[in-house]
């Protein structure tokens, strides 16, 4: 299938062209269809599947064909929100990148930075508008904006929104949509309190799904080496310097450690850049610019900053701590390996992060390879798991049985994984 078969109007086949994308991912094959005929749609899909795509090309087709006619152009017809300000600051990219011949116009706002620049677009008057909850808020309370005129919603990343507790937020929001307006709601997991709010959002839908798994599987390489907290940062420099060069982001669970570890790589010789809540809008913007143009090549982030980074050709994701959400894993390892091209993800686990590990594999339904052939095997950790009670313990064994035909041992390709010694180089990777 070819965009050429979607019914999608001419000036975005334009911009596709410039954005040489010939074949609509899987969820875009599925969703436009559904969008165009004007449904409600409950997406199960994570950001690198081309979601971004599936939604914004319906919409402005909408919009495209509306506006002729419509006395009331230039008022908010699409309100997407979204978590954090750099998948904002995306989305609202992606919009201008496939409406460039439509003359339909986007805006962004998010928190964090002066509203001055932000309202005065609006007061130009948008169609599309991208926004975080908090700033969408304010801005409302101050009579910026008016939701008044949306015909299209979009909620993106729910499952992300409510860890981040903007589930009141939320609500408000959706209790000010009209009720004539067509409903998306995009979520990467579909836990109870998820699948409630998309029924609180959405009329009747239709569900496409694109599961995760999938993206992890087949197109990322993914191995574990188990070191102790303390070896961790001689670990990364270790394998920083093997890997010189390539483009790596690496993931740590605080701002704090994010600091640390450019203070640490710089040391090494290593040139890095941080990304998290701390840093200014602009600071992280230049840091994200700087690592988009291959300025410098590693760039440390928590996970709520590095929320929708998409970098072509993004080598390597190093997991230095691992999440404690399990999918928070899958959406980490998707920043490499994205739309077509392939990645590796390589993650640190210490002794108290197993059952994370073991979360994780659960999710993912595939065992990882551990990389036991480095300086800093943890071997005090082994100690510790095996006084561990019985019903802690990672016993490899029990899951041999388990989907072994995704289960390979790098070097062998056999699947007898263990906690133990085992030699596998980590130059394989
Ligand atoms: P998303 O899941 O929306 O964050 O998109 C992931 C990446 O895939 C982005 O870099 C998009 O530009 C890219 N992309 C989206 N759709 C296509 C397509 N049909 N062909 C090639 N790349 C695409």
New binding site residues.
């Given amino acids: 299938m070819t965009f050429n078969d979607l019914g999608l109007i001419e000036p975005i086949l334009r911009a596709l062209k410039t954005?040489?994308?010939?074949?609509?991912?899987p969820i875009?094959q599925q969703a436009i269809p559904i969008l165009l005929s004007g449904k409600d749609l409950l997406g199960c899909a994570q950001?690198?599947?081309?979601?971004?795509?599936a939604f914004a090309i319906p919409i402005i087709q909408h919009i495209y064909k509306q506006q002729k006619n419509d006395r009331n152009a230039r008022r908010i017809r699409a309100l997407i929100v979204t978590p954090t300000r750099e998948l904002a600051i995306?989305i609202g990219d992606?919009f201008t990148a496939y409406g460039r011949h439509t003359g339909i116009r986007n805006t962004v706002i998010y928190g964090g930075v002066k509203q001055g620049r932000q309202t005065a677009a609006l007061s130009r008057g948008v169609d599309i508008l991208v926004a975080t909850p908090g700033r969408l808020l304010d801005l409302i309370s101050q009579g910026f904006i008016s939701l008044r005129d949306i015909r299209y919603s979009v909620l993106d990343e729910a499952d992300q929104m409510l860890d981040m507790g903007f589930i009141h937020d939320i609500r408000r929001i959706i209790a000010m949509l009209p009720r004539q307006r067509q409903s998306l709601f995009f979520s990467a997991t579909m836990p109870k309190n998820i699948v409630e709010l998309s029924r609180q959002m959405l009329g009747d839908f239709e569900r496409v799904t694109v599961r995760p798994e999938q993206t992890t599987a087949d197109k990322v390489k993914q191995s574990v080496y188990l070191v102790s907290k303390k070896n961790k940062a001689q670990l990364l420099k270790h394998l920083l310097h093997e890997q010189y060069g390539a483009s790596t982001l690496i993931f740590c669970r605080t701002k704090h450690g994010c600091d640390k570890i450019v203070r640490i790589l710089g040391k090494g010789n290593l040139h890095a850049a941080a990304i998290h809540g701390n840093k200014s809008q602009n600071a992280r913007q230049r840091a994200l610019g700087d690592f988009k143009r291959g300025k410098i090549s590693i760039l440390v982030a928590t996970d709520i900053a590095a929320r929708?980074i998409?970098v072509?050709a993004l080598s390597m994701v190093i997991n230095y701590d691992l999440p404690n959400v399990s999918e928070t894993y899958v959406h980490r390892i998707g920043r490499t390996g994205?739309?077509?091209a392939s990645g590796v993800a390589l993650s640190f686990c210490d002794v108290e992060e197993r059952t994370y590990l073991r979360d994780i594999e659960k999710l993912i339904r595939q065992d990882i390879p551990i990389i036991e052939d480095h300086p800093w095997v943890d071997e005090q950790g082994d100690l510790i798991e095996q006084m561990m009670p019985k019903s802690h313990q990672h016993n490899r064994r029990k899951n041999n049985g388990r989907n072994s035909g995704n289960r390979k041992n790098y070097r062998s390709g056999g699947n007898n994984r263990r906690w133990s010694k085992r030699k596998t180089t980590s130059k394989q990777v």
């Avoid at 954005?19 to 991912?25: D, V």
């Avoid at 950001?47 to 795509?53: L, N, Q, S």
Wanted: hydrophobic share 10%; proline share 4%; aromatic share 4%.
């Fill in positions: 954005e040489g994308y010939t074949h609509p991912t875009q950001t690198g599947t081309g979601k971004t795509a995306q992606s929708g998409d072509d994205r739309a077509s």
